[in-house]
């Protein structure tokens, strides 16, 4: 498995609009049918945001419940749910999906920031704490989202308390606003902070979605891709699709002597369970 790439696709997130690009699925019939797309371009793994009915960001269960069903009914992609879907939700709401629905993994946000200039994305240590024990009670591997060096910190914190079951797996998110650069050198530097046996993968945002890409499966990791991250393919051309960028990481990963991971494979790498059909 030491050649295999994960590729992810974040299909949605929770803020870019169809005004920022007209082709980002919102509905989870239109998720549902892009992560059939996705999976069929190569990709192993779905992060999920859910959207309201006006296209803003939801944690509601009734959309997550929807889509996991109608991508479920297609094909075995590895799903995995956001637990940061909308700034204003409570702790309850952030999480009443992850034992109901039980996807193999989900986001763990390992600290608070300042989000976009503009807000605060708060990780409370008492909600870190209950999401770690919800995801251990329901089967659900923690995805420990690192948006700078402190929440990697954080993390060892909540692995020596049990909370963070090893080996586990990073996903480093470069280029935020209020985060840590998307630059190769914070890559570098961040890749270097992880445990030897711990799994990870890497995005830039916007205009730092390529440099950490191509950087990334030179070091070796596995990689995110999609319209949550970046609307555009290319300087000054939106993206037609996800799987357009699926695609490209597919070709990419094989230039650089490696392939993508199926489903199966990506379940193997990372000790997942199994989907829960």
Do not use: T, V
């Given at each position: 498995m030491n050649n295999k790439t994960i590729i992810t696709v974040a299909t949605t997130g929770a803020f870019p609009t169809k005004q920022d690009n007209p082709n980002i699925p919102l509905t989870p019939k239109e998720i549902a049918d892009d992560v059939y797309e996705c999976w069929q371009a190569g990709a192993a793994i779905a992060h999920l945001h859910m959207r309201d009915d006006e296209g803003k960001g939801t944690m509601s269960i009734d959309k997550f419940t929807e889509t996991v069903g109608l991508i479920r009914e297609r094909c075995d992609i590895v799903i995995n749910l956001t637990t940061s879907g909308d700034l204003n939700a409570t702790d309850e709401t952030r999480m009443m999906h992850v034992p109901a629905l039980k996807p193999e993994l989900a986001s763990y946000d390992c600290g608070?920031?300042?989000?976009?200039?503009?807000?605060?994305?708060?990780?409370?240590?008492?909600?870190?704490?209950?999401?770690?024990q919800v995801m251990i009670d329901s089967g659900v591997k923690p995805e420990i989202e690192i948006f700078d060096a402190g929440m990697f910190y954080n993390s060892l914190y909540y692995i020596k308390k049990n909370l963070i079951k090893t080996p586990a797996y990073y996903q480093l998110v470069l280029g935020a606003a209020g985060g840590t650069a998307a630059t190769v050198e914070n890559l570098v530097y961040l890749k270097?902070?992880?445990?030897?046996?711990?799994?990870?993968?890497?995005?830039?945002?916007?205009r730092g979605h390529m440099p950490i890409l191509l950087a990334t499966l030179a070091l070796g990791g596995h990689v995110r891709v999609g319209m949550e991250d970046n609307v555009y393919y290319s300087k000054g051309r939106l993206a037609q699709s996800n799987s357009e960028f699926v695609a490209r990481a597919v070709r990419l990963a094989d230039e650089a002597g490696r392939e993508a991971a199926t489903p199966a494979e990506a379940r193997q790498i990372l000790g997942l369970r199994g989907a829960v059909l």
């Open positions: 608070s920031m300042n989000w976009a200039h503009s807000g605060l994305f708060i990780n409370h240590p008492k909600f870190l704490e209950k999401l770690g270097n902070l992880l445990p030897a046996e711990a799994h990870w993968s890497a995005f830039g945002i916007g």
